[in-house]
T-cell receptor, first 111, second 111 residues
Framework: KQEVTQIPAALSVPEGENLVLNCSFTDSAIYNLQWFRQDPGKGLTSLLLIQSSQREQTSGRLNASLDKSSGRSTLYIAASQPGDSATYLCAVMNRDDKIIFGKGTRLHILP | DVKVTQSSRYLVKRTGEKVFLECVQDMDHENMFWYRQDPGLGLRLIYFSYDVKMKEKGDIPEGYSVSREKKERFSLILESASTNQTSMYLC??????????FGQGTRLTVV
């Protein structure tokens, strides 16, 4: 059974710092991995999708990497801003098309 | 842009009521999902559908059923609502395989 783990569970960093969020998964037979952002009380916003054949994806200040063989992904946020404060969720799509989530990392950027 | 619309943002229902949560997507996606999200437990998959009239149980299907009579609509049914079903419910859709897109969520309170 696929299990997705995100470390750390919470993180506070001063504005302007670069930071890395980690995600690991137990079964490497995946179609893709997706990073989401969730603001309190809201739905999920897709940030980046990495196909299983890809190593990384970039969007603006965000860069996500995927090492499928080791079951790891990282989300790198450059030059963090207070508006980046949110919960970040990692999810994998298994070969049976089910999408399994980690519990998320709560990020707080200190002004 | 993909749009996933959940019928209600907030619902309050009484114990024992039959509750319908509706979700509609406008991008002709094969896959649709229902999750519930609870503090400390993350997003847990309730049911998944990969085609019209097709469904698969997720990790926590007990107390729930689903209906997918049309490709764009996926309904979650609580046959007899209980207080432990108070939660945030999130609907998503995706291609087979592909990125997942989420609705805004329905916060259900059962009293």
């Amino acid at each position: 059974k696929q299990e997705v783990t995100q470390i750390p569970a919470a993180l506070s960093v001063p504005e302007g710092e670069n930071l890395v969020l980690n995600c690991s998964f137990t079964d490497s037979a995946i179609y893709n991995l997706q990073w989401f952002r969730q603001d309190p009380g809201k739905g999920l916003t897709s940030l980046l999708l990495i196909q299983s054949s890809q190593r990384e994806q970039t969007s603006g200040r965000l860069n996500a990497s995927l090492d499928k063989s080791s079951g790891r992904s990282t989300l790198y946020i450059a030059a963090s801003q207070p508006g980046d404060s949110a919960t970040y969720l990692c999810a994998v799509m298994n070969r049976d098309d089910k999408i399994i989530f980690g519990k998320g990392t709560r990020l707080h950027i200190l002004p | 842009d993909v749009k996933v619309t959940q019928s209600s943002r907030y619902l309050v229902k009484r114990t024992g009521e039959k509750v319908f949560l509706e979700c509609v997507q406008d991008m002709d996606h094969e896959n649709m999902f229902w999750y519930r999200q609870d503090p400390g437990l993350g997003l847990r998959l309730i049911y998944f559908s990969y085609d019209v009239k097709m469904k698969e149980k997720g990790d926590i299907p007990e107390g729930y059923s689903v209906s997918r009579e049309k490709k764009e609509r996926f309904s979650l049914i609580l046959e007899s609502a209980s207080t432990n079903q108070t939660s945030m419910y999130l609907c998503a859709s995706s291609l087979n395989p592909g990125a997942a897109f989420f609705g805004q969520g329905t916060r259900l309170t059962v009293v």
